[in-house]
């Protein structure tokens, strides 16, 4: 199909002008099924995208979780309104820095506390590790989210000792807004967010591949994660 000759053609110029190290797409649609794929897995060892490649889906793990969560406030375990402390007691004394590029130790009481609308909507004040602001360099500095061994109740408890960026409510900032209502979750089901999202959306859904691990005899499939260094004009490995 010329329609397909031509997705593969736009899509692989990303490839070889250096801005990503593979590409593969599928298309399915009218009980067809049309797919492509170009480039590398891994761009050190030019091995090329496989079939089935494995991804790393980062933040699109962030409506997954949401899913979960719009379940239990459909079930009425949770509620939008509720504060986040009404189950994480450690932000009872949360505070918020008094002004957004100011000392993160100049900080005030909060009028409002965050509650899990303002998860699910990024307006809750919290920030991200890779935003360079007070609250998103602190994150970076105590090396918030960095360790593959510790819990997300550790991390949420660590995360707990640091003031807002703004009062919730006020402003939208993309942030690790979604792990704290991930942690909200496990404390409402009892149970850990890897076994909720697998018993709750990845068994039902048949994503038997989608998952917080993987085994070690498929690791060679996973696809090398990369950066596009504007200072260098070239792709950088993101786990050196």
Do not use: C
Not at 117 to 145: C, Q, R, V, W
């Amino acid at each position: 199909m010329q329609e397909i000759k031509e997705l593969n053609n736009l899509l692989n110029k990303y490839v070889d002008e250096g801005f990503f190290p593979g590409i593969q797409w599928q298309i399915n649609i009218n009980n067809k099924q049309y797919s492509g794929k170009y480039g590398f897995n891994n761009i050190e060892t030019k091995e090329d995208v496989y079939e089935n490649s494995i991804y790393r889906i980062w933040s699109m793990t962030k409506p997954i979780v949401a899913v979960v969560a719009l379940k239990l406030i459909e079930q009425n375990k949770i509620n939008f309104n509720d504060p986040i402390n009404k189950y994480l007691p450690e932000f009872n004394n949360l505070k918020v820095i008094n002004k957004e590029n100011g000392n993160i130790n100049d900080v005030r009481k909060l009028i409002n506390i965050p509650n899990i609308k303002d998860l699910l909507l990024h307006t809750a004040g919290f920030s991200y590790n890779m935003l360079d602001d007070p609250i998103g360099l602190e994150y970076e500095k105590i090396k918030l989210f960095h360790s593959d061994s510790t819990s997300l109740e550790e991390e949420i408890k660590k995360l707990a000792k640091i003031p807002l960026l703004f009062e919730p409510k006020t402003k939208w900032r993309y942030s690790v807004s979604m792990d704290v209502l991930g942690r909200i979750i496990e404390i409402v089901k009892n149970n850990s967010l890897q076994n909720i999202l697998q018993e709750e959306i990845f068994n039902p859904l048949e994503m038997h591949e989608t998952n917080f691990s993987i085994p070690k005899n498929s690791e060679y499939r996973l696809m090398e994660s990369y950066a596009y260094d504007t200072s260098k004009s070239e792709l950088i490995n993101y786990y050196p």
